[in-house]
């Protein structure tokens, strides 16, 4: 059975930083690009970042280039968020996806004073 | 960034009958390759999205075939023939031809 699992949101002051995680099973992981996806509470979903199943290629949406950075780790099946100089407005469920077509259940971070 | 617009935003439904969605490119979503990267997702509140339609027109493995997508270039639509109760949520049309990928604002589908 597929699935992703994601960790490691929470809550975090303006400008501090948070690591997401997402272990992946049940597919062959290095095959694959895999994304992040963020929710805002009652709002629309938003990419965020995609990494190539290598992990030589990286892109970001314009809102959180320079302060996000996308990776992965093929022996261990996870790919990872970390995010820095964080702000309100990314105060979303994140979720991490294996291409478009399978997501997993998300991670909440909240970043508030 | 592309913008992926939708109508109606709501639409309430009465069990057993039809229902469509329409979503609008602002520009062609053909793919260098030939294809069209259109997909259909719909989310039930608390749960993570699930994809129904691929590529303007195929479903996914699982989705009922009450659920048909159709259309070309800029223009799109999701069909469901006979409106279920499980089918209430709120469903996204999302391009992925060119990044950064967007979604559509999203249609809320409930009951009457």
């Known amino acids: 059975e597929m699935q992703l699992v994601e960790a490691g949101g929470g809550l975090v002051q303006p400008g501090g930083s948070l690591r997401l995680s997402c272990a992946a099973s049940?597919?062959?992981?290095?095959?694959?690009?895999m994304y992040w996806v963020r929710q805002a509470p009652g709002k629309g979903l938003v990419w965020v970042s995609r990494?190539?199943?290598?992990?030589?290629?990286?892109t970001y949406a314009d809102s959180v280039k320079g302060r996000f950075t996308i990776s992965r780790d093929n022996g261990k099946n996870t790919v990872y968020l970390q995010m820095n100089s964080l702000r309100a407005e990314d105060t979303a469920v994140y979720y991490c996806t294996r291409g478009v077509d399978f997501w997993g259940q998300g991670t909440l971070v909240t970043v508030s004073s | 960034d592309i913008v992926m617009t939708q109508s109606p935003l709501s639409l309430p439904v009465t069990l057993g009958q039809p229902a469509s969605i329409s979503c609008r490119s602002s520009?062609?979503?053909?793919?260098?390759?030939?294809?069209?990267?259109l997909n259909w997702f719909y989310q039930r509140p608390g749960q993570s999205p699930r994809r129904l339609i691929y590529k303007v027109s195929n479903r996914d493995s699982g989705v009922p075939d009450r659920f048909s997508g159709s259309g070309s270039g800029t223009d799109f639509t999701l069909k469901i023939s006979r409106v279920e109760a499980e089918d209430v949520g709120v469903y996204y049309c999302m391009q992925g031809s060119h990044w950064p990928f967007t979604f559509g604002p999203g249609t809320k589908v409930d009951v009457k």
């Open positions: 049940g597919f062959s992981f290095s095959s694959f690009w």
């Open positions: 990494i190539n199943s290598d992990g030589s290629s990286t």
């Open positions: 520009q062609s979503l053909v793919f260098s390759d030939g294809n069209t990267y």
